[in-house]
Structure formats: C-alpha cells, structure tokens
C-alpha cells in the first residue's frame, strides 16, 4: 500500500477516531462528576481515549477500505466486541500505573472481559450513531481532494434518498388493497 493511499485511507477514518476521543471526553467528565482528582479525570481521558480513538480510526479505515459496509451494525458490534474490552483493559491496568500504582490488571481477569464484551454492544450503538452523524459532514469537505471521501460521500447520499423515498411510500405498499398472487387483499398468505 502506497503512502498516498494510506493517507487517503487515514484521512476518511477521522471521524472514527473523533467518535473514540469522544468516548475518552465522557469517561473524564463520569470520573470528575463522581469525585476523582481533576489529574484522575484526565489520565483517564488519555489511556481510555486514546486506545479507542485508535480502534475508531480503524474501523474508520476498514469502512474507507470497503471492509466494512456503511451503517451496518453486526461488523461493528463484533469489531467492539473484541476492540472494547481490551481498550477497557488497557485503561483499567494502566491508569492506577500511571497514578503510582502496580501495572496489574483487574482479579477476576475473565470475568471483566465477559462485562466489558456485553457493555461493547452498547458503546456498538452509540458508535455507530455518532460515526453516521460525524461522517458526511468531514466526507462532504474532504471529498474534492480525495477519492475515497468522494465514493463514501454519494453512498451516505444514496442511502439517505433511499431512506426517504421509502418513508414516503405510502403504508401497504404497491399492492393495497388489490391482494398479491398467493395472498389476500390484507397481505396474509391464501391457504391452500
């Protein structure tokens, strides 16, 4: 892969990248908001943060790399499926470090994978969502100077008319009322 491709690659993965600092923003306020030192707080924007702006930015590339389709949920949940917990690993090893602690991780080492693998659905969720809102914006002002932003930017827009051509279709679809071969003018299967 050339350098130029990477680049191209790296600069449509922003807006994952942007979705994992996010998440590294969240974690200092929960942490400020709950008592912790401002240092604490920051310290774990950082070795949370950073890890999944990271994983953000890969998912980002996997999506530029056609990896990946857009919006669609299940490559999403298995990346943060495996993605999640080991950020949250990392983060829950490393910040007591950090702190002047020991670099150890949690005790009940299988059993804060397993909660951190079922919280990842969730954070899936809010990922995907915020990537959806992120992406066409950064998409439609990069897209003059790089291809991949251009592609990705008219599939987000062929999407989106897909999306509201179907909500305006009107309830029943084509056939209401006159019954399809095989059912009643309801829509339920004839019996035979």
């Given at each position: 892969m050339t350098t130029t491709r990477i680049r191209t690659l790296a600069e449509v993965a922003v807006p994952g990248a942007a979705s994992g600092v996010v998440?590294?923003?969240?974690?200092?306020?929960?942490?400020?908001?709950?008592?912790?030192?401002?240092?604490?707080?920051?310290?774990?924007?950082?070795?949370?943060?950073?890890?999944?702006?990271?994983?953000?930015?890969?998912?980002?590339?996997?999506?530029?790399?056609?990896?990946?389709?857009?919006?669609?949920?299940?490559?999403?949940?298995?990346?943060?499926?495996?993605g999640f917990p080991l950020a949250r690993l990392l983060h829950e090893t490393v910040t007591p470090y950090l702190l002047g602690g020991s670099l150890s991780p949690p005790e009940d080492l299988l059993g804060f994978l397993a909660y951190q693998g079922l919280v990842s659905l969730g954070f899936a969720v809010g990922f995907i969502w915020l990537n959806e809102r992120l992406a066409p914006r950064w998409l439609l002002r990069i897209k003059d100077h790089n291809p991949v932003a251009h592609q990705l930017f008219y599939t987000y827009a062929r999407q989106a008319e897909e999306m509201e051509a179907r909500r305006r279709r009107p309830p029943g679809g084509p056939f209401r009322g006159r019954g399809q071969a095989g059912t009643t003018a309801t829509g339920r299967p004839r019996r035979t």
């Open positions: 998440a590294g923003i969240i974690v200092a306020g929960l942490a400020a908001l709950v008592g912790q030192p401002l240092g604490w707080a920051m310290l774990s924007a950082l070795t949370l943060g950073l890890p999944m702006a990271v994983l953000g930015g890969g998912y980002g590339m996997l999506v530029a790399s056609s990896r990946v389709r857009l919006g669609v949920f299940a490559p999403a949940a298995i990346y943060w499926l495996v």
